[in-house]
Protein backbone atom coordinates (compact mmCIF):
# COMPACT_ATOMS: atom_id res chain seq x y z
CA UNK A 1 0.00 0.00 0.00
CA UNK A 2 1.22 3.16 -0.80
CA UNK A 3 1.91 5.66 1.61
CA UNK A 4 -1.04 8.52 1.53
CA UNK A 5 0.62 11.56 1.52
CA UNK A 6 2.57 10.54 -1.51
CA UNK A 7 -1.32 9.67 -3.02
CA UNK A 8 -1.84 13.36 -2.61
CA UNK A 9 0.94 14.48 -4.03
CA UNK A 10 0.04 12.66 -7.41
CA UNK A 11 -3.37 13.65 -7.42
CA UNK A 12 -2.35 17.34 -6.96
CA UNK A 13 -0.96 16.72 -10.23
CA UNK A 14 -3.92 15.08 -12.45
CA UNK A 15 -4.99 18.46 -14.04
CA UNK A 16 -1.66 18.76 -15.90
CA UNK A 17 -1.49 14.89 -16.75
CA UNK A 18 -4.79 15.33 -18.24
CA UNK A 19 -3.99 18.43 -20.05
CA UNK A 20 -0.77 16.13 -21.64
CA UNK A 21 -2.69 13.36 -22.17
CA UNK A 22 -4.98 15.58 -24.15
CA UNK A 23 -2.60 16.90 -26.60
CA UNK A 24 -1.43 13.51 -27.06
CA UNK A 25 -4.43 11.65 -27.60
CA UNK A 26 -6.89 13.96 -28.67
CA UNK A 27 -9.77 12.26 -27.13
CA UNK A 28 -10.98 12.93 -23.46
CA UNK A 29 -12.17 9.09 -22.81
CA UNK A 30 -8.40 7.94 -24.20
CA UNK A 31 -6.76 11.13 -22.08
CA UNK A 32 -8.99 9.70 -19.08
CA UNK A 33 -7.86 6.13 -19.94
CA UNK A 34 -4.31 7.68 -20.31
CA UNK A 35 -4.17 9.49 -17.04
CA UNK A 36 -5.65 6.63 -14.95
CA UNK A 37 -2.98 4.45 -15.84
CA UNK A 38 -0.32 6.82 -15.09
CA UNK A 39 -1.48 7.34 -11.94
CA UNK A 40 -2.05 3.35 -11.49
CA UNK A 41 1.49 3.09 -12.36
CA UNK A 42 3.14 5.78 -10.13
CA UNK A 43 1.05 4.38 -6.98
CA UNK A 44 2.18 0.84 -7.76
CA UNK A 45 6.10 2.16 -8.64
CA UNK A 46 5.86 4.11 -5.81
CA UNK A 47 9.07 2.95 -3.65
CA UNK A 48 10.83 3.61 -7.45
CA UNK A 49 10.31 7.24 -7.15
CA UNK A 50 13.35 9.13 -5.50
CA UNK A 51 11.71 11.69 -2.56
CA UNK A 52 13.76 15.12 -3.19
CA UNK A 53 13.32 15.08 -6.71
CA UNK A 54 10.86 16.51 -8.77
CA UNK A 55 7.27 14.32 -8.65
CA UNK A 56 5.75 16.17 -11.45
CA UNK A 57 8.42 15.02 -13.71
CA UNK A 58 8.54 11.91 -12.96
CA UNK A 59 4.99 11.76 -13.45
CA UNK A 60 4.71 13.09 -16.95
CA UNK A 61 7.73 10.49 -18.07
CA UNK A 62 5.17 7.47 -17.05
CA UNK A 63 2.24 9.62 -18.80
CA UNK A 64 4.64 9.68 -22.00
CA UNK A 65 6.03 6.39 -21.79
CA UNK A 66 2.80 4.77 -21.38
CA UNK A 67 1.24 6.61 -24.21
CA UNK A 68 4.21 5.33 -26.29
CA UNK A 69 3.72 1.92 -25.51
CA UNK A 70 -0.44 1.79 -26.12
CA UNK A 71 0.74 4.03 -29.32
CA UNK A 72 2.60 1.24 -30.70
CA UNK A 73 0.15 -1.63 -29.94
CA UNK A 74 -2.12 0.42 -31.64
CA UNK A 75 0.12 1.77 -34.50
CA UNK A 76 -0.95 -0.96 -36.81
CA UNK A 77 -4.55 -0.09 -36.78
CA UNK A 78 -6.08 2.19 -39.17
CA UNK A 79 -6.96 5.76 -37.34
CA UNK A 80 -10.73 5.99 -39.27
CA UNK A 81 -13.53 8.07 -37.38
CA UNK A 82 -16.93 7.21 -37.70
CA UNK A 83 -17.50 9.57 -40.64
CA UNK A 84 -14.46 8.09 -42.47
CA UNK A 85 -12.19 10.65 -41.91
CA UNK A 86 -9.14 9.75 -41.07
CA UNK A 87 -8.21 11.24 -37.93
CA UNK A 88 -5.16 12.78 -38.18
CA UNK A 89 -6.14 14.95 -40.76
CA UNK A 90 -7.78 17.17 -38.05
CA UNK A 91 -5.49 20.17 -36.83
CA UNK A 92 -3.93 20.07 -33.14
CA UNK A 93 -4.26 23.68 -32.72
CA UNK A 94 -7.81 23.85 -33.71
CA UNK A 95 -9.31 26.93 -30.91
CA UNK A 96 -6.43 29.11 -32.28
CA UNK A 97 -7.31 32.67 -31.69
CA UNK A 98 -8.39 34.46 -35.18
CA UNK A 99 -5.93 36.54 -36.12
CA UNK A 100 -7.05 37.74 -39.52
CA UNK A 101 -8.91 34.78 -40.47
CA UNK A 102 -5.63 32.96 -40.44
CA UNK A 103 -5.49 30.81 -37.99
CA UNK A 104 -6.19 27.89 -39.30
CA UNK A 105 -2.92 28.77 -41.27
CA UNK A 106 -1.06 29.17 -38.42
CA UNK A 107 -2.49 26.44 -36.95
CA UNK A 108 -1.00 23.82 -39.94
CA UNK A 109 2.29 25.74 -39.88
CA UNK A 110 2.71 25.41 -35.98
CA UNK A 111 2.30 21.19 -36.86
CA UNK A 112 4.64 21.22 -39.84
CA UNK A 113 7.30 23.08 -37.28
CA UNK A 114 7.02 20.92 -34.47
CA UNK A 115 7.08 17.89 -36.51
CA UNK A 116 10.48 18.63 -37.95
CA UNK A 117 11.57 18.57 -34.26
CA UNK A 118 13.15 15.34 -33.00
CA UNK A 119 10.92 13.77 -30.43
CA UNK A 120 13.09 14.60 -27.38
CA UNK A 121 12.57 18.08 -27.87
CA UNK A 122 9.61 18.07 -29.38
CA UNK A 123 8.18 16.80 -25.80
CA UNK A 124 10.42 19.09 -24.05
CA UNK A 125 8.59 21.97 -26.02
CA UNK A 126 4.82 20.13 -25.22
CA UNK A 127 5.85 19.75 -21.80
CA UNK A 128 6.97 23.42 -20.80
CA UNK A 129 3.90 24.81 -22.75
CA UNK A 130 0.91 22.55 -21.53
Known amino acids: ?5 FQQQ ?3 H ?10 LTRNPPEA ?18 QPGTHLRAWLFQILRNTFLTFYRV ?4 VAI ?4 VPDWDDPIFQDAPRVGGGSVEMGT ?22
Do not use: I, K, W
Open 1 to 5: MTDPA
Open 10 to 12: VLE
Open 14 to 23: LDALYNFAMY
Open 32 to 49: DDLVQETCLRALTFSHRF
Open 74 to 77: RERE
Open 81 to 84: AEDG
Open 109 to 130: DLERALARVPEEFRTVLLLAEV
